[in-house]
């Protein structure tokens, strides 16, 4: 007769939280202290302590950043004692596994080379790490002494002119700190990462009250802001008889009619697919996945979760506040077995609907009513 035998073991079921890099912006530039280390900085840290009390690009946008963020704002930081020298102190922060949505170049970005430096290093980040980026970098300032706005509009154009890299954000720096306050802007946690920076209800720019002037005391104005963002420029603008100074869209350098030529269309996507290589992860090897139809059913829902918990939604005063995304709904999560041992899942994100152009009409009701 056979001894009675019990055995409790445990299960994952993949169920638990994600690492969150979302708004966690890694900074990588020249500054004047703290060369060669990981600075982790947030609202109440001494740039002037941390990063020399020297002016550099690098303490000038975490200034601006952190002015447009919210209060639970932080980043990371990796100076470099040379202005050149980024790409050093970006390689040094992911071989010590530094955790980050983005990538912010405060070095100024001058050649065509240098866009395809950050371009190739957010291709690389996926294929070789499973790491899914973006990088932002700005142009030089604007030199009101020596240049026009059709200067600087031109020398805009020519940098970003044929050039395809959707994980790259190119901004044209049209005054000191605007490429930090796009950046904090990007990162505020008062809303999603599916808004747009061009969002008026989060308010107006943070530290910068008027828009500069070139060599000819001519103002930079909506015209010009048209210009470069038809260049894949992400800009102030304003609003006749509106007060405050507002975003453009954050334009990537995707090719036109690209998904992608918004960041925040990058960032959802992203954020998906970071979730979804954790959920396949935890699945290698394992038969509970296999082409019976309990199992493909099961695993529909398995893979669908992360869109399902970003497509939640809330009220607050009334006021609805999309996800997200929407939630998936049926043939947005595909299941092919390539082989007895290669399977292929296939995700679709569909993002909200968001007004960005407006137009309003107002009529008259002239009827002889009674």
Same mark, same amino acid.
């Given at each position: ?91 040094? /922060?992911? =071989?010590?596994?530094? #955790?980050?949505? *983005?990538?912010? !170049? ?6 065509? @080379? ?79 990462? /599916?808004? =747009?920076?061009?969002? #008026?209800?989060? *308010?107006?720019? !943070? ?6 002037? @070139? ?156």
């Amino acid at each position: 007769m056979a001894l009675g035998n019990v055995s409790v073991g445990t299960k994952d079921s993949g169920a638990g939280s994600f690492k969150t890099p979302e708004r966690q912006l890694l900074y990588v530039g020249a500054a004047g202290k703290g060369w060669g280390k990981i600075l982790y900085i947030d609202q109440s840290t001494d740039l002037d302590e941390v990063l020399g009390d020297n002016a550099s690009r690098m303490k000038t946008a975490i200034y601006y950043a952190r002015l447009n963020a919210a209060a639970n704002w932080t980043c990371i930081a990796v100076p470099r004692q040379a202005i050149g020298e980024w790409q050093d102190a970006y390689d040094m /922060a992911m =071989s010590a596994n530094v #955790v980050c949505e *983005g990538v912010v !170049v405060t070095d100024p970005i001058k050649t065509k @080379d240098d866009i395809n430096d950050m371009n190739t290093n957010v291709v690389n980040a996926e294929n070789e790490h499973g790491r899914m980026i973006f990088f932002a970098g700005a142009t030089e300032k604007m030199d009101a002494t020596t240049q026009t706005w059709s200067d600087f509009i031109a020398e805009f154009e020519t940098l970003q002119d044929t050039v395809y890299a959707t994980g790259v954000v190119l901004v044209p720096e049209i005054t000191s700190g605007w490429l930090g306050c796009l950046m904090g802007r990007l990162c505020n946690e008062l809303v999603s990462i /599916a808004d =747009s920076p061009m969002r #008026v209800a989060t *308010g107006g720019i !943070v530290g910068i009250t008027t828009l500069p002037s @070139d060599m000819g005391s001519v103002q930079f104005n909506n015209s010009h802001a048209k210009a470069l963002n038809d260049a894949r420029g992400t800009v102030p603008q304003t609003y006749v008889d509106y007060a405050g100074i507002y975003c453009s869209d954050c334009m990537t350098l995707a090719p036109e009619a690209s998904d992608f030529g918004v960041l925040e269309n990058v960032r959802v996507v992203n954020k998906a697919k970071r979730q979804v290589r954790i959920l396949a992860i935890k699945k290698i090897a394992n038969r509970e996945l296999n082409n019976t139809a309990a199992s493909m059913d099961s695993h529909v829902a398995y893979f669908a979760a992360p869109l399902t918990t970003m497509s939640r939604s809330m009220r607050v005063n009334g006021i609805y506040i999309p996800g997200d995304c929407k939630p998936p709904k049926d043939g947005d999560i595909g299941i092919e077995w390539l082989s007895k041992t290669n399977v292929q899942i296939a995700l679709t994100v569909t993002p909200h609907n968001s007004p960005k152009s407006i137009a309003a009409y107002v009529g008259l009701n002239l009827a002889n009513e009674a």
